[in-house]
């Protein structure tokens, strides 16, 4: 009954599953039917995680933007990098949005989309962006004010190279620092972007004086580019060498390197002259947040009062293109007049090297070595390249991720260990050193005998330095005695000259009879020491009676002779 029962109910379960299936099979059809929604697209951008170290940029897909209303999309083939990018990876920048953030604040691409209320521009153009931040991904929304049409003959690398650059030079030169013609000027790190840049600019205006700072191999790129006088920086006192060549100074100072540099800077105007700060980059060495840097920094940055301006005629300004917002009527018209120059041929930006958005990293240390000239680009249509044999790559690769902290407490441990066994080894190893070894082995193993041979080496070297003592002590003695008979010898010449001059004869033949008759004067007797040492042995005294000079032994013969003469004077 029981295996019928259960057939009876196979069957049934069986026969619903049947009626059932008809009704699943239409819903499925109908889901397969109705059409997916689209992937909403993404674009890769450079991302920064936090602030830190080259590790904390990363390459990862984001939500491509949709242009909103006054705003164009653009499609990026080249983005510039500033140094201030690197302030900000650091955590030194104020106007950056805490992390994580996409930097980037210029570009060049081509228009792939216009927002609405947007006219002027066309798809398909190429054009230059210029953002507080935001560039460094494949596809950027940027408002229509802050696009502009690149000329036909500029390249996408150029075009991402100039806004930031070229705009900070032009209003520190021409806005604040009034440059006119037979002016002379300081450019800091004069083969970087804005070196570059202010050096070009600087040279649209007649009879202009250019000093640039740079390394030694880079002089020869700075002069080319219109630096009249290059100063290596890390081998001369930029100072000294600019009062040497221009003994009242400079016209205008352009510092981006702040504390000690800027108060030299101010030390080297000439009356009527301005020092314009753009800049900190004092405070960046390596690749992380240098603390002390920062502060030796800050505490040599100069303090002037508006009194002492008064008395020297000298002004300072300071300078930053992403603190001018709401400005850009102003920028506009510096950056079409810069384009002009670009198209007359008057400036030309250089591209010192192009990076993948993979090489990010790299890109960055090559700024921050002080290894470029002109521009450092991004690319994100540029395929990573492996580097070559020699070059320098990121202390912190990309994605690199941080052991977890019982990982790296294990690993201490595990190395606290490997430590003390070696430490162990050397300990047993100078313990069983071969001179013991030998001594064990003819001993055959005995204690009593090591013992005594360590008995018999510390007396050895007692008995050693016994008699080094004794031979310095003998040396010293000798040396007096030297001394004294030098002394014996002239006190007794002495005598002499004085005997004969009283009782000289005055015939002449008496005196040359009285010359052959007097005996020979030998050298005085030397003193005979005696040096009481208990603890001197037969042999030590010995050696001290070889130590005497041959030279020195008839000195008692010549004391004799001296005293025969004196009684016959007499």
């Given at each position: 009954m029981a295996e019928g029962g259960d057939a009876a109910t196979v069957a049934h379960e069986a026969g619903n599953a049947v009626q059932?299936?008809?009704?699943?099979?239409?819903?499925?059809?109908?889901?397969?039917?109705?059409?997916?929604?689209?992937?909403?697209?993404?674009?890769?951008?450079?991302?920064?995680t936090g602030h830190g170290g080259y590790d904390k940029l990363s390459v990862q897909q984001k939500p491509q933007p949709k242009a909103g209303k006054g705003e164009v999309l653009v499609r990026v083939k080249a983005a510039g990098l500033n140094f201030s990018e690197l302030m900000v990876r650091q955590g030194l920048h104020d106007r950056m949005a805490k992390p994580p953030v996409v930097l980037g604040m210029e570009a060049a691409g081509v228009v792939e989309e216009l927002g609405e209320d947007v006219s002027g521009l066309e798809?398909?153009?190429?054009?230059?962006?210029?953002?507080?931040?935001?560039?460094?991904?494949?596809?950027?929304?940027?408002?229509?004010?802050?696009?502009?049409?690149?000329?036909?003959?500029?390249?996408?690398?150029?075009?991402?190279?100039?806004?930031?650059?070229?705009?900070?030079?032009?209003?520190?030169?021409?806005?604040?620092?009034?440059?006119?013609?037979?002016?002379?000027?300081?450019?800091?790190?004069?083969a970087g972007g804005v070196g570059w840049a202010a050096t070009q600019l600087a040279k649209t205006v007649d009879n202009v004086t250019v000093f640039g700072t740079a390394s030694a191999s880079k002089h020869d790129a700075i002069k080319e580019n219109g630096v009249d006088h290059p100063i290596d920086y890390r081998t001369r006192d930029y100072s000294e060498e600019i009062k040497n060549i221009s003994p009242k100074g400079v016209d205008v100072v352009l510092d981006p390197l702040g504390g000690a540099d800027t108060s030299k800077g101010l030390q080297l105007l000439r009356p009527m002259g301005k020092i314009i700060?753009?800049?900190?980059?004092?405070?960046v060495k390596g690749e992380n947040r240098n603390l002390m840097k920062m502060a030796k920094t800050l505490w040599q940055s100069t303090s002037v009062s508006p009194v002492s301006l008064v008395k020297t005629n000298k002004a300072i300004a300071g300078f930053q293109l992403a603190h001018l917002t709401g400005e850009i009527d102003l920028v506009r018209s510096a950056f079409q007049d810069i384009l002009n120059m670009y198209k007359d041929g008057k400036i030309k930006p250089r591209i010192d090297s192009v990076w993948a958005f993979e090489q990010v990293a790299e890109a960055m240390q090559q700024m921050n070595e002080r290894r470029n000239i002109g521009k450092v680009i991004l690319s994100p249509e540029k395929e990573p390249t492996k580097p070559a044999e020699g070059d320098a790559v990121p202390t912190s690769p990309i994605k690199k991720k941080k052991p977890s902290l019982f990982r790296r407490l294990s690993k201490r441990a595990s190395r606290s260990k490997d430590e003390g066994e070696k430490k162990d080894e050397v300990k047993n190893a100078k313990k069983e050193s071969p001179i013991k070894k030998l001594r064990a082995r003819l001993s055959g193993g005995d204690p009593t005998i090591e013992d005594s041979a360590k008995t018999v080496d510390g007396k050895v070297g007692e008995a050693e330095k016994a008699a080094e003592d004794s031979a310095k002590k003998i040396e010293d003695n000798v040396g007096e005695a030297k001394e004294k008979v030098e002394d014996a010898k002239k006190q007794a010449e002495e005598k002499v000259e004085e005997a004969v001059k009283e009782e000289a004869p005055t015939e002449p033949a008496a005196q040359e009879e009285?010359?052959?008759?007097?005996?020979?004067?030998?050298?005085?007797?030397?003193?005979?020491?005696?040096?009481e040492n208990p603890a001197e042995t037969d042999d030590a005294k010995a050696a001290a009676a070889d130590i005497v000079p041959a030279d020195d032994k008839p000195v008692e013969n010549e004391e004799k002779g001296a005293g025969d003469a004196s009684q016959e004077a007499e």
């Amino acid at each position: 009954m029981a295996e019928g029962g259960d057939a009876a109910t196979v069957a049934h379960e069986a026969g619903n599953a049947v009626q059932e299936t008809p009704k699943a099979e239409p819903e499925k059809a109908a889901a397969a039917a109705e059409p997916a929604e689209p992937a909403e697209p993404t674009v890769r951008t450079i991302v920064l995680t936090g602030h830190g170290g080259y590790d904390k940029l990363s390459v990862q897909q984001k939500p491509q933007p949709k242009a909103g209303k006054g705003e164009v999309l653009v499609r990026v083939k080249a983005a510039g990098l500033n140094f201030s990018e690197l302030m900000v990876r650091q955590g030194l920048h104020d106007r950056m949005a805490k992390p994580p953030v996409v930097l980037g604040m210029e570009a060049a691409g081509v228009v792939e989309e216009l927002g609405e209320d947007v006219s002027g521009l066309e798809v398909g153009q190429n054009v230059i962006c210029l953002a507080q931040t935001g560039m460094w991904r494949e596809v950027v929304a940027v408002p229509a004010t802050n696009v502009f049409l690149m000329p036909e003959e500029m390249s996408y690398e150029e075009g991402a190279a100039i806004p930031l650059s070229y705009l900070t030079a032009y209003f520190m030169l021409f806005d604040f620092g009034n440059l006119r013609p037979g002016k002379s000027l300081l450019v800091h790190i004069a083969a970087g972007g804005v070196g570059w840049a202010a050096t070009q600019l600087a040279k649209t205006v007649d009879n202009v004086t250019v000093f640039g700072t740079a390394s030694a191999s880079k002089h020869d790129a700075i002069k080319e580019n219109g630096v009249d006088h290059p100063i290596d920086y890390r081998t001369r006192d930029y100072s000294e060498e600019i009062k040497n060549i221009s003994p009242k100074g400079v016209d205008v100072v352009l510092d981006p390197l702040g504390g000690a540099d800027t108060s030299k800077g101010l030390q080297l105007l000439r009356p009527m002259g301005k020092i314009i700060t753009y800049g900190s980059a004092n405070m960046v060495k390596g690749e992380n947040r240098n603390l002390m840097k920062m502060a030796k920094t800050l505490w040599q940055s100069t303090s002037v009062s508006p009194v002492s301006l008064v008395k020297t005629n000298k002004a300072i300004a300071g300078f930053q293109l992403a603190h001018l917002t709401g400005e850009i009527d102003l920028v506009r018209s510096a950056f079409q007049d810069i384009l002009n120059m670009y198209k007359d041929g008057k400036i030309k930006p250089r591209i010192d090297s192009v990076w993948a958005f993979e090489q990010v990293a790299e890109a960055m240390q090559q700024m921050n070595e002080r290894r470029n000239i002109g521009k450092v680009i991004l690319s994100p249509e540029k395929e990573p390249t492996k580097p070559a044999e020699g070059d320098a790559v990121p202390t912190s690769p990309i994605k690199k991720k941080k052991p977890s902290l019982f990982r790296r407490l294990s690993k201490r441990a595990s190395r606290s260990k490997d430590e003390g066994e070696k430490k162990d080894e050397v300990k047993n190893a100078k313990k069983e050193s071969p001179i013991k070894k030998l001594r064990a082995r003819l001993s055959g193993g005995d204690p009593t005998i090591e013992d005594s041979a360590k008995t018999v080496d510390g007396k050895v070297g007692e008995a050693e330095k016994a008699a080094e003592d004794s031979a310095k002590k003998i040396e010293d003695n000798v040396g007096e005695a030297k001394e004294k008979v030098e002394d014996a010898k002239k006190q007794a010449e002495e005598k002499v000259e004085e005997a004969v001059k009283e009782e000289a004869p005055t015939e002449p033949a008496a005196q040359e009879e009285k010359k052959e008759e007097a005996p020979a004067v030998e050298e005085p007797e030397k003193t005979q020491v005696t040096i009481e040492n208990p603890a001197e042995t037969d042999d030590a005294k010995a050696a001290a009676a070889d130590i005497v000079p041959a030279d020195d032994k008839p000195v008692e013969n010549e004391e004799k002779g001296a005293g025969d003469a004196s009684q016959e004077a007499e």
